[in-house]
């Protein structure tokens, strides 16, 4: 039998495809949510661990100094709030893990303890917390902060938060509800405790004000590539979101993260490394290379593209000439491994000029264009050598539209359960179980 491996898809709350000829009818709508239910009721019935809504909370400016392209494109601008989205997600499916991210520059602990408790009591432990940092200082104005603090210190904050916040999860004993009829109790005092943290960065008195839920911790998604982010991960996370540059790339990085959780004690096996990849397939691999052609040749897709590197960035690449390479030494204190990826493009040697860099980005570090079994074959082939533990979708152009989903949830993932890699039914009843199944 071959080793199986666990599929997720990354996305964010955005308006889905809108400005070509497979826009959905209802594609107006979307800030319903309707639409992304329907994804995942789609995505639950193949066989999908868990789908993952990205976030950032801001309007960005960093392409040419100005807003316009960000809105005009759709460029993550408009981006509603993940968490009421799982929230609808989570009671419209049954079985799946919903993820939903939040900033720990952001939320004070308690509110996002207490929230992530509500959330996976009212999931039945099918919730998980993507931990970000944020990486961007229009995001930290919003919240009256003149800018961010530098990449690394930001990950010592997480790293104080992420403890501020398990103590918190941990006030209440796991069987401290006792609802007892004879002495008329509902929760037993002594199995609920204060915290009284006084840490750095922060302080709180504790206990939570929520029961404990089915996870009594949410499941938790990471995705820091930069030393410091894979510290934190290891030490952290049950899945790591990860973005390879090729099946070395990713062999690295997999390797890397365990030893590093070995070396603190935790079990290699329970950490996900989960590959973000952007498959097309098509009835036939000329259908599916016409698909890609068709994606990066919208008259947006470049500054589309741009406008969002520069957002994750804070490095205006509208100064740059599209038919020259960049020049060296571009540095960012926002997202790390997502330039550092970029900047290396599809790994073939030779210097490559910001368009080509473009146009491979959508590659996402493997190139997985064809019928859904070869596809499937080349996902298979991936994981063989890479080692585990499976993929994260996260379509190419990013905007989704049903026709995609539809191709990836009916067209490759039923490849995929013939060929026995992915699951074909749900057996646990929480994330994290879901995610340590195999
Ligand atoms: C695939 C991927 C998805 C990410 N999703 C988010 C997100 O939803 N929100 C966010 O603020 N940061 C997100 N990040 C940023 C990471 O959380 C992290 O802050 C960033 O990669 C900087 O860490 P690093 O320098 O250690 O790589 C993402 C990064 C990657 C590579």
Redesign the pocket.
Known sequence: MPKKFHMGW?M?FIPPEWDTDLASPDVALWPNGDFYVDMAQSMERAGFDLIMI???VMVADAYGGTMEGALKHSAFAPKHDPLPLAVKLIANTSKMGVVA?M?TSFYPPYLLARACSTVDSIAEGRFGW??????EDRAAQNFGLAGLPE?DE??NVAQEYFEVVTRLWDSWDADAVVMDRSTHTYADFTKVRTIDFEGQYFTSRGPLNTVPSPQLRPTFL?????P???AFASGAADAI???GTGVEGMKEYRDDIRRRAADIGRNPDDIKLLF?VSPTVGATAADARAEVDRVLNHPSYIEKSLVNLSS?TEIDFRQFDLDEPLPEGLTTN?????LE?FLRGDGTPGKKTLRELVMQRAKRGLELVGTPAQVAQHLADAMEEVGGDGF?I?KPGWDLSRNYITSICDGLMPELQRMGLVRTEYTKSTLRETLREF
């Open positions: 990354f964010n990205e976030d950032t991210t900033s993507n931990i970000v940092s944020s990486a990449h930001r990950y990471q995705a820091g590539a930069s410091k982010g894979r979101i990860a973005v973000v994750n926002g997202e790390r491994g997502s990826h994260l996260s």
